[in-house]
């Protein structure tokens, strides 16, 4: 594990998060702020069905043949002037980048919107060796001053509104003039934008993650609205790409397939304002660039999810839309999920990462309602693969015990149609009785999960089998 | 429907545990509605699909759920379930169950083939373009999930809804957007689960029809005990009673006496 989770405790997460005003407010703008952008762009474009086919086809292949692409890519960026490493694990990968900022001498390092980066928690190991990491996306800059992690994986700010990020700029900008007015998301922009400029320009080493890493010329790409990832990688000495092993595409006619369909499922934008390409680092005749070009590429436990079930979720090119469609992630946001990834994807791919024990909460926390899988660009079957996880975590006895026997009971019953009448008969007659004046219970023994937040409606009385049998005999008779 | 009175369609009806065990009305709406359209109906004996142990990650009690069910729905022409979710479960899901079983995956496919949700079975499969019901007022609909998502169940019955004489529709805000039941998830999630449904109870009550519709009776006892607890008036009932125009019964969570009396509507 790279960065403390509080997955475990998902269920307190949760009941924070329902309890937190301010919280639920942000998460309403998740609803307005992106289903309809998505909805809208996507019919614009006839193609887009056949498209999300494509992207899923695209990764799927490269990820059968994930290691000639690696090695293809490994000696394109090599030729091009960059080096690669490849990180085991997030602690190696930490300290090949540590080391890179040591031989750089750097003091500060400013860093493009990286969930990499989070998941290997480079920030803290960083500033104990007394580098200043900087982080230059917006959401990404507001949250490093709050000392949070992001709540999604595109917005990472989003359990955020406009005043709380006042009051962090008052608290941190002492600098500025303390009557200046903050009042408008724009000032909030501009200030942000002018603290931001002089930590560029100071700037010794700067990290961006990648969107994808293509194959056939070792070109890292990157996918951005503010523009902080350019200046990111082009004005320091040194230019760190961090990426995972499963950015991989083979070629640049691959990366503009799936472009069409990633901004359209996240944003709804047809493109981000900056796509950005770099390869190696500043060539003779460069107006601009890195004078070292480095890729780290982190494993943490992918490669061990190929030939699995769970290799579908390697296509993951981290949009959001199953986050932004879902309504558990409405109801609860990102920080409840506990890890650096929430939501449906999170649900599946932090129990590879942090182990089932830790976020067995999480395939288990959705209604497998399917609008997730039924916006992924690249046709993830979610909810599939947060039944396999639970099927692990049945097979391994982490199922609680109660969930565990109540489900064996219904079991035992399920395969047995006598004695399920039998037992479904007497039970329905005595709730049915039970219920009869009022045709619903407020409060029912070993039923207080269901009645804590609404009403049970009472059964009719008899079941519909007993009936049936009881009128078909009468009717032969 | 005009069927060959020789070669009626022979329908196993899959009632559904949620059906059998609480709102029988249903499943005889059911029976109704596919007689109404040509169809002879058995029930044979039966449990439950199986979702529950399924969805808890119990795959060998689902499997031998899914066993009984495939051999005692043999030989029907049909199976036809009155909720998407079930019959999704059958048609999606035991395919996959079975996926690395040479013996039985055919069983199940086949099986597969032929299931379907009440009203795509009468609209897809049968052709029925018109239901012999009226009801007096105006009525909002749940496209529940795994009916609209695994069995593109959504144009079907809002098709024979427009049928039914005196009946207006009116379109609730995110009728797809789910309700928060998710069978065992709503109890063990049980306050996230009270979240989804309070945001879908207020889009109920903002349609402003005083009467709920849906196609799966798992959705409706979430979405009825949430109003009835919220104190709100809506009524609430399966598809399937409206369009078999069997509405005798009091609607969901509302007691006979309640509703001789007309208590239900200032409950």
């Known amino acids: 594990m790279s960065v403390h989770s509080t997955s475990p405790d998902f269920k307190k997460n949760a009941a924070r998060a329902l309890g937190d005003a301010q919280l639920q407010k942000a998460l309403g703008n998740v609803k307005q702020g992106f289903i309809d952008k998505r909805e809208k762009a996507t019919q614009k474009l006839p193609e887009f069905e056949a498209l999300r086919d494509s992207a899923r086809d695209i990764k799927n292949h490269t990820l059968q043949h994930l290691d000639l692409y690696l090695e293809a890519y490994e000696q394109k960026v090599r030729a091009s002037g960059g080096h690669v490493h490849f990180a085991r694990h997030a602690e190696e990968a930490r300290d090949i980048i540590l080391s890179i900022c040591k031989e750089a001498g750097a003091r500060t390092v400013t860093k493009g919107k990286s969930m990499i980066a989070e998941e290997i928690g480079i920030n803290e190991h960083l500033e104990t060796h007394g580098i200043t990491p900087v982080e230059t996306d917006l959401g990404e800059y507001i949250i490093q001053l709050r000392h949070e992690m992001p709540s999604h994986i595109i917005a990472p700010a989003v359990h955020l509104n406009a005043t709380q990020v006042e009051q962090d700029f008052r608290r941190v900008h002492t600098h500025l003039d303390a009557k200046r007015d903050l009042s408008e998301p724009v000032q909030l922009l501009t200030e942000a934008r002018g603290v931001l400029r002089e930590r560029f320009l100071a700037a010794d080493v700067g990290i961006t993650g990648a969107n994808f890493l293509v194959a056939e010329t070792g070109t890292s790409v990157i996918v951005t609205n503010e523009g902080n990832g350019d200046l990111t990688q082009i004005l320091p000495k040194t230019h760190i790409v961090l990426a995972s092993i499963e950015k991989l595409v083979p070629t640049l006619e691959d990366v503009s397939q799936i472009l069409r369909v990633l901004a359209r499922s996240a944003t709804g934008q047809e493109i981000s304002v900056y796509t950005t390409f770099s390869t190696g680092p500043r060539h003779l005749g460069d107006s601009d660039g890195p004078e070292n070009y480095h890729v780290v590429l982190l494993d943490n436990g992918r490669s061990a999810m190929l030939g699995t079930s769970f290799e579908e979720m390697l296509r993951c090119i981290r949009c959001g839309a199953c986050m932004n469609h879902c309504p558990v992630y409405h109801a609860v946001g990102g920080h409840a999920y506990g890890w650096v990834y929430p939501g449906p994807m999170g649900a599946v791919l932090t129990p590879t990462l942090i182990g089932i024990d830790q976020a067995g909460h999480l395939p288990n926390a959705s209604t497998f309602c399917g609008r997730c899988e039924s916006v992924c660009p690249v046709k993830i079957p979610l909810p599939k693969l947060m039944r396999h996880w639970r099927e692990r975590e049945f097979e391994r006895h982490l199922t609680p015990a109660t969930v565990r026997s109540g489900l064996g009971l219904w079991g035992f019953f399920a395969k047995r149609p006598a004695l399920y009448r039998l037992a479904t008969g007497i039970a329905i007659r005595a709730m049915g009785f039970a219920g009869r004046r009022k045709g619903r219970f407020q409060w029912l023994p070993l039923a207080g999960g269901w009645t804590r937040n609404r009403d049970l409606p009472a059964p009719q009385g008899e079941t519909f089998q007993a009936r049936w049998r009881r009128e078909h005999k009468r009717r032969a008779a | ?267």
């Not at chain 2, 545990?17 to 109906?41: H, I, Q, W, Y």
């Not at chain 2, 009468?122 to 373009?129: I, K, N």
């Not at chain 2, 409706?220 to 609430?236: H, I, T, Y």
Request: charged share 25%; hydrophobic share 40%.
């Open chain 2, 1 to 267: 429907m005009k069927q060959d009175r020789a070669r009626k369609p022979r329908i196993g009806l899959f009632v559904t545990c949620v059906v059998d065990l609480m709102r029988p009305s249903v499943g005889f709406a059911a029976v109704k509605l596919l007689e109404n359209a040509g169809c002879t109906v058995e029930v044979p004996e039966q449990t439950c699909c199986g979702q529950p142990t399924y969805n808890s990650g119990d795959r060998a009690t689902t499997r031998s759920i899914a066993e009984r069910t495939i051999t005692e729905f043999r030989g029907y022409d049909y199976v036809v379930a009155p909720s998407g979710s079930c019959a999704a479960m059958i048609k999606a899901h035991y395919p996959e169950l079975f996926a690395d079983d040479p013996n039985w995956l055919p069983r199940a496919n086949e099986l597969a083939a032929r299931t379907f949700e009440l009203t795509s079975f009468l609209v897809d499969v049968l052709g029925v373009t018109r239901v012999d019901a009226t009801f007096d007022g105006a009525v909002t609909y749940h496209d529940s999930c795994s009916g609209l998502r695994e069995l593109g169940v959504r144009s079907q019955p809002r098709k024979l809804l427009a049928s039914v004489e005196g009946l207006t529709l009116v379109e609730m805000e995110e009728s797809d957007v789910c309700c928060g039941f998710g069978g065992t998830f709503a109890v063990k999630y049980s306050e996230i689960s009270g979240a989804i449904v309070e945001a879908k109870a207020k889009h109920v009550v903002a349609a402003g029809a005083p009467t709920l519709l849906a196609g799966d009776l798992g959705c409706l006892l979430n979405m009825a005990g949430k109003l009835s607890r919220d104190g709100e008036p809506v009524r609430v009932r399966h598809v399937a009673e409206i369009l078999a125009g069997m509405t005798d019964d009091p609607p969901i969570g509302v007691a006979k006496e309640a509703q001789r009396t007309g208590k239900e509507a200032a409950r």
